[in-house]
């Protein structure tokens, strides 16, 4: 049994992965900014914390994430104010991967996006440009820090009903079920292959756990 802290706990796909986990016997702890979503997580298997983590440092997210085997993170400010996303996507993602070093917990996956990089090109004048580099450089963060890390690129979100196969050899960007990005958080999660790796990936034919092993 793993015991796993997912910020963004009450996002779309954690709500999909926390049952995931909770039914293959892991320990899942779901971190929520809001007091009424309490009740919503743990129908999903998971035993709610409720913080602020815009508000907490490093210190504080520290003992948040003490005690856990591994960390997700699929928090998000939702787009819209620059500001906030700049202070949740970039900043507190940062900031947890620094606590999760002082907490000594190695295992973390960063849910991203497909053309989450630095040459990520989206133009500044547009609205999505904030998102894309607050992305791009908490994922290069990650990457240079000594974390045990994976980082997944999704490609465009739907709401479909899971396949519970992927593709991780595109070179472009499609369209992948919620629910297959759930599963495959769970597959990188139980696969110590997919560490210090990045994969990209749509919606395809290969079953999630072997995709994840030959990216």
């Known amino acids: 049994m793993a015991r796993i802290i997912i910020f963004g706990g009450h996002g779309k796909i954690a709500l999909l992965t926390e049952p995931l986990l909770a039914e293959r016997g892991d320990s899942v702890t779901a971190v929520i900014r809001n007091p009424d979503q309490v009740e919503d997580v743990r129908a999903a298997g998971a035993e709610p914390r409720v913080v602020d983590i815009e508000q907490l440092d490093v210190d504080e997210l520290a003992e948040v994430i003490t005690g856990h085997d591994a960390v997700v993170w699929s928090a998000g400010a939702g787009g819209g104010d620059a500001a906030r996303t700049i202070a949740v996507d970039r900043d507190a993602a940062i900031r947890t991967m620094d606590a999760a070093a002082r907490a000594g917990v190695e295992r973390y996956v960063m849910v991203s996006y497909f053309g989450a990089s630095r040459d990520h090109g989206v133009d500044p004048e547009n609205t999505f440009f904030t998102y894309a580099e607050a992305k791009s450089q908490a994922d290069e963060y990650l990457r240079e820090s000594q974390l045990a890390w994976t980082v997944l690129g999704p490609s465009g979100l739907t709401l479909d009903p899971g396949t519970g196969a992927i593709d991780v050899g595109a070179d472009e960007a499609s369209?992948?079920?919620?629910?297959?990005?759930?599963?495959?958080?769970?597959?990188v999660l139980a696969d110590d292959s997919t560490v210090r790796r990045t994969i990209r990936f749509n919606s395809g034919e290969t079953p999630i756990a072997e995709a994840v092993r030959s990216a």
Not at 175 to 187: G, L
């Open 175 to 187: 369209t992948v079920a919620r629910a297959d990005v759930a599963a495959t958080i769970a597959a």
